[in-house]
């Protein structure tokens, strides 16, 4: 089912790839201010290599950690065994779920909204984002840069389910 309060973030390059050997494949700071603008002060629900990949719990905002492994926890992190449970953790609080591919895959189902990053460069990837279905998703805000320092075009999207 839909929950009205749960948003995807994410960044894709130009063929929605997402990550590199457990790693982001680009280097983007605007991106990451731009990450921690919309997370900020909310919960975020995050797989297990996604939470390794970033090593530690990100400050003011509520960390949830979706693993198999019974016996996996971290200070600072509230560790489940499903997508569903910390759907239930959280209720109906404003939540961004913030990947990787397997989390983000399983999530969109539920997710009423997108909030990406589009790079417009393709980069080496081993991970990506599914395809974003125009008759699903609606955009609704289209926000664009140029990076001088990576000479590449990027935008800040946000779609709505339709
Ligand atoms: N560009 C972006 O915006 C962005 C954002 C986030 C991540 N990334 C990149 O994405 C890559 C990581 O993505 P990923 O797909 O490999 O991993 P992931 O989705 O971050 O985590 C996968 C792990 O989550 C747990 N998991 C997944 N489905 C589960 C389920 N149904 N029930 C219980 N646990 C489940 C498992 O943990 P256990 O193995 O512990 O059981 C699984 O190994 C990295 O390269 C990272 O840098 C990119």
């Given amino acids: 089912m839909t929950s009205p309060n749960l948003t995807i973030v994410v ?20 991106d990451l201010a731009h990450f921690k ?8 629900i995050m797989g297990r290599k996604t939470f390794d990949s970033i090593g530690r719990p990100l ?4 960390n949830i950690v979706i693993t198999r492994n019974p016996g996996w926890k971290h200070d600072g992190v509230e560790a489940v065994a499903s997508l569903q449970a910390a ?3 959280v209720g109906s609080t404003l939540t961004h779920v913030i990947g990787g591919a397997q989390i983000y895959a399983e999530a969109l189902p539920h997710t009423s909204r997108l909030i990406v ?12 984002f599914p395809a974003i279905d125009p008759n699903v998703w609606k955009e609704v805000a289209r926000d664009k840069h140029h990076s001088a320092e990576q000479g590449f075009d990027y935008a800040f999207v946000t779609y709505d389910r339709i």
């Fill in 117 to 128: 990053t589009e790079i417009d460069r393709k980069f080496d990837c081993d991970t990506f």
């Fill in 11 to 30: 960044a894709t390059d130009a063929q929605r790839g997402i990550g590199i050997n457990n790693t982001l494949p680009w280097r983007l700071p605007e």
């Fill in 59 to 62: 400050p003011n905002r509520r």
């Fill in 87 to 89: 759907l239930d953790l």
């Fill in 37 to 44: 603008r919309v997370t900020i002060d909310h919960p975020i």
